[in-house]
């Protein structure tokens, strides 16, 4: 077993101008915001054509995390993984999303079978995606208040919310 | 006496913005997503697409309810159809019917609890959803390298296994669902000989919580070899049963062949993964091409398809299970012997043997199962070959004994999106044979 320390290696490679880290041996890319859908489409021309994940993390119990490549983390992570089918190769792009703008440009454009994906990670974490063609909830009931995989979304004793209920 | 309650009138159940509306409320964007078009098709694609279109006006189209209660919906699929006459033109897939909010129950679950979290999620391949889970662990803990040869060989056994248990899943409902109702019994029939293989290794016909972070939870029991060499001598000749009862067979044929067509780039736009992806002529599966565990040592082969078609995906399906009986025989030729799980005291509890004689023991049992064990910081995916496409497991672990994030990557969920292209300008009663071909479960589809 290997020690309780953060297994985050800073390299030296870049990929379409983002840096490179290794997380347990697995490649990471870390993106900017603003940066990030014309790099999904730079790696759809390297081949990285299969969008596997597309999630995000709500990192509010975990303030002081280091991200790794001198990036300032923020409280929300979009995490893509993406895959080379001709290279054999995964990658993971890890996205930062500030609590108090939580939004980030839709990848539909680039990657159509991120919609369902994107809906699903707006409905559990409040994450806007810009541009989005359906931008409403998928699993939660329409009128569900609050974003339930949120580390602030008070669980256990929480009234029971159905349409009609009594309160 | 009734009172009838208008707290539970229609307009009180309704999905509001989720439902499928009409066009005239409708973005040109939501359109083209729900009449399926994929953004990297060619022109001449998009505007066959479009031709459909051009004849329905509004006042000629209906939209139409599919379940969530519909029998061949797999559970509580929920489809919005836009018709004119007999003809799809649109398509909505409403999910969410089953969700139980598991990935945040696997926030509150130690490691050593995970498992029976995920184990429901794809209730027809459960030992797959356990597998890729304590893949993620492992690495996690950094003892990905260290899992004992019996236990990867274990772990094969019993996935492969899963792969027959779930096509031939997949065998019943298909047949039913297009009409062949005696392929429902025999389908469930043999799947059943699988499931009791299953319930004498880990107790469970499903929902096994069998294969845990750091090898199996038991090993195999007494006489296993025959148990499974009788499954394989009875399930080989019933495929060819089957070959005879639907393959061959003119109707069944045709209902199948060129419907739900879809082309290897949509697949891969759409993000579609496993039998649906490899139907269009795209040999990808990550046993061959990432292996994990001994894949690499084994000798099969990756059904592909050419036309993309439910036929294709039937066919594939079926010819899996084959290739999976193949795998099985070579597991049970050169299943090694030794310890079915890590002796890493931290990981896995002692031996019951040892919890008599030693302090320490006892106290590491106690431990792991009251408090379970702490995994260092970090963040890992993994990816393994579910019957249904790769199933994933994203976890973050901010170093204490319960995962911060636990993400299952479903390959049902993502697959879905294929629907409303397959089924745009085909025939309402190709829907259930569309639907069927993808083979979703709904349980990992809302989890």
Request: net charge negative; with cysteine.
């Amino acid at each position: 077993m290997s020690d309780d320390v953060t297994e985050v290696q800073n390299t030296a490679e870049e990929l379409h101008g983002c840096p490179v880290i290794m997380s347990l041996g697995q490649r990471v890319l870390l993106v900017a915001r603003d940066q990030y859908v014309s790099v999904m489409k730079a790696l759809l021309d390297d081949t990285f054509d299969l969008c596997v994940d597309l999630t995000a993390v709500d990192y509010l119990l975990m303030p002081t995390r280091v991200v790794g490549a001198g990036i300032k983390p923020e409280r929300f992570e979009v995490v893509v993984s993406v895959m080379s089918m001709q290279k054999h190769d995964r990658l993971r792009l890890r996205v930062q999303v500030p609590a108090d703008d939580a939004t980030i440009d839709t990848l539909f454009d680039v990657h159509p079978g991120t919609e369902a994906l994107e809906r699903e990670v707006f409905d559990m974490f409040g994450i806007v995606f810009n541009g989005h063609p359906d931008p409403t909830r998928i699993l939660m009931p329409e009128d569900w208040d609050g974003h339930p995989l949120r580390k602030d979304y008070d669980f256990g004793r929480i009234p029971v919310q159905f349409k009609g209920s009594p309160a | 006496m009734t009172v009838v309650d208008d707290r539970f009138a229609a307009a009180n159940t309704d999905e509001g913005h989720q439902e499928l509306r009409s066009r005239s409320q409708l973005t040109a964007k939501e359109v083209l997503r729900e009449v399926g078009a994929v953004l990297r098709m060619s022109e001449a694609q998009v505007a066959a697409l479009a031709e459909i279109e051009h004849d329905a006006g509004e006042d000629q189209t209906m939209i139409i309810n599919m379940g969530p209660q519909h029998p061949s919906t797999h559970g509580v699929l929920r489809l919005m159809l836009e018709l004119q006459g007999e003809t799809v033109l649109r398509c909505k897939p409403i999910v969410g019917y089953l969700h139980t909010g598991m990935e945040k129950t696997g926030e509150q679950l130690t490691y050593m609890q995970g498992g029976t979290n995920v184990t429901r999620m794809d209730y027809a391949s459960p030992l797959n959803n356990e597998l890729v889970f304590s893949l993620a662990v492992e690495k996690l803990l950094g003892i990905d390298g260290d899992i004992p040869e019996r236990a990867v060989w274990m772990r094969m056994l019993l996935s492969e296994l899963n792969r027959m248990s779930s096509h031939l899943l997949f065998m019943a409902s298909n047949g039913m669902d297009l009409g062949a109702v005696s392929m429902m019994l025999y389908g469930w029939r043999e799947r059943e000989e699988v499931l009791r293989f299953f319930q004498k290794v880990t107790g469970l016909r499903m929902n096994h919580n069998f294969i845990r972070p750091g090898g199996v939870a038991a090993d195999l029991p007494a006489g296993w070899r025959d148990d499974v060499l009788d499954i394989l001598e009875k399930i080989e000749p019933r495929l060819h049963e089957y070959d005879v009862l639907m393959t061959g067979q003119p109707i069944w044929r045709e209902r199948l062949q060129g419907v739900g067509v879809i082309t290897a780039s949509e697949a891969v736009a759409l993000g579609a993964t496993g039998p649906i992806l490899r139907s269009t002529g795209v040999a990808w599966d990550l046993r061959r091409d990432m292996p994990y565990l001994k894949y690499s040592e084994l000798d099969f082969d990756v059904v592909v398809g050419s036309y993309g078609d439910a036929f294709d995906r039937y066919a594939i399906r079926l010819n899996e299970i084959r290739e999976s009986m193949r795998i099985v025989h070579q597991i049970v030729d050169r299943m090694p012997s030794g310890d079915y799980r890590i002796q890493d005291k931290k990981v896995t509890p002692p031996p019951r043997a040892r919890i008599d004689e030693s302090m320490e023991a006892l106290i590491h049992h106690f431990k792991i199962f009251t408090e379970g064990f702490k995994v260092p910081e970090g963040e890992v995916y993994v990816g393994i070959e579910s019957p249904r496409g790769e199933i994933g497991c994203y976890i973050v672990s901010d170093g204490s004994a319960k995962p911060y994030r636990m993400r299952i990557r479903p390959p049902s969920f993502v697959n879905l999106q294929t629907l409303p292209h397959m089924m745009r300008g085909g025939l309402i009663a190709d829907a259930v044979a569309v639907i069927s071909s993808v083979d979703p479960v709904l349980g990992e589809v809302d989890r």
